[in-house]
């Protein structure tokens, strides 16, 4: 070993081999966290607050019926008319009872008794605008309710 | 140069360095394709429309709680205003009151706010959700969610959630009567 070694200096790299398991971990969250979006949102709304929820079960007979203003390309609100969408298109009153009907004769007989729609209505729709709403869901015989919601720690 | 060690017969490791770059695509997917929706709300069950019979039964005063909601998203609990935080205590004590003859009466004023009925909606529930769990610990010693269905269906049976939403569309009023079971 001769005195005059070589000194190496130079400062060692980040050891990056952990960072594949890093991403995994938070892959692994989102992957039970989350659910595969069926469709676009093309209202803006935010669900009430409550503390008596159930949860939401057997999703494949489940329609959503989103309630509140109307979205643009930009995900800006266009304009201050609230308006309905069933599953992934937005509709009107008139024509929501014909796709409920119609959704329904494509159902088998037990899931048409296990047939639920979720409302996610925006805080401040009006009340009008929820009751024709269920007046009409009545007359086409889907009777399962479910008005969506987050909860809120109990007082 | 003699004794030269043969590195010949080592099989060189798997290069795992497109790893990460792997795990960061399926990770930019799953982040575009999916949303983290509500999935809790509150079950109701809407009575069906009978075209053939008017479900006006005059019903004693005594057995009978009337809710309004008005424009301005006031509670009014048999013509007295009333805030939110009372209305739990005095269904607890209505129900209680008369076992199974009771109902509650709901109407909205069209334009009040659906956040304000959803409220009216979940202190009500909680009023039978905490009858439903005294009973349940007084027959079966657990609460309500841990029952077996038939249980459950049992204690459904004792307190009846009876709300009748009665409602004026723009031109004439109609009332719907329902016994909601849930």
Do not use: W
């Amino acid at each position: 070993m001769s005195l005059y070694r070589r000194h190496n200096h130079a400062i060692p790299a980040l050891n990056t081999a952990s960072l594949p398991d890093l991403i995994f971990t938070i892959l692994f969250f989102f992957m039970l966290v989350t659910h595969m979006r069926k469709a676009s949102i093309k209202v803006k709304y935010q669900v009430p607050v409550g503390t008596e929820l159930t949860n939401l079960t057997k999703k494949s007979t489940v329609s959503y019926i989103y309630i509140g203003k109307p979205l643009g390309e930009t995900g800006q609100v266009v304009s201050s008319e609230t308006k309905i969408q069933l599953n992934d298109k937005l509709v009107s009153l008139n024509d929501i009872k014909q796709s409920l009907v119609r959704e329904r004769n494509s159902m088998s007989p037990e899931e048409r008794k296990a047939m639920l729609v979720s409302i996610r209505a925006d805080q401040n729709t009006n009340m009008g605008l929820i009751i024709d709403l269920k007046q009409i869901l009545r007359e086409a015989n889907v009777l399962n309710v479910n008005y969506a919601a987050v909860t809120k720690p109990k007082r | 140069m003699l004794f030269r060690k043969h590195n010949r017969k080592t099989v060189p490791g798997l290069n795992t360095s497109s790893t990460a770059d792997i795990s960061f695509m399926l990770l930019i997917l799953f982040l575009v394709t999916t949303s983290m929706d509500v999935d809790k709300g509150l079950s109701h069950q809407l009575p069906p429309i009978d075209k053939t019979k008017k479900e006006q039964q005059m019903v004693d005063s005594r057995h009978i709680m009337i809710f309004r909601i008005t424009e301005n998203n006031k509670f009014v609990l048999d013509e007295k205003p009333i805030p939110l935080s009372q209305i739990k205590p005095r269904v607890k004590e209505f129900v209680q009151r008369n076992e199974k003859k009771h109902i509650i009466q709901l109407e909205a004023n069209r334009k009040s706010a659906y956040n304000s009925y959803f409220q009216l909606q979940n202190e009500i529930i909680s009023a039978y959700n905490i009858l439903r769990n005294q009973r349940a610990a007084r027959t079966f010693g657990k609460t309500y969610e841990l029952c077996s269905p038939e249980q459950q269906a049992q204690i459904n049976n004792e307190i009846p959630i009876r709300i009748s939403e009665v409602y004026e569309p723009s031109t004439n009023e109609t009332s719907k009567g329902g016994n909601p079971k849930q």
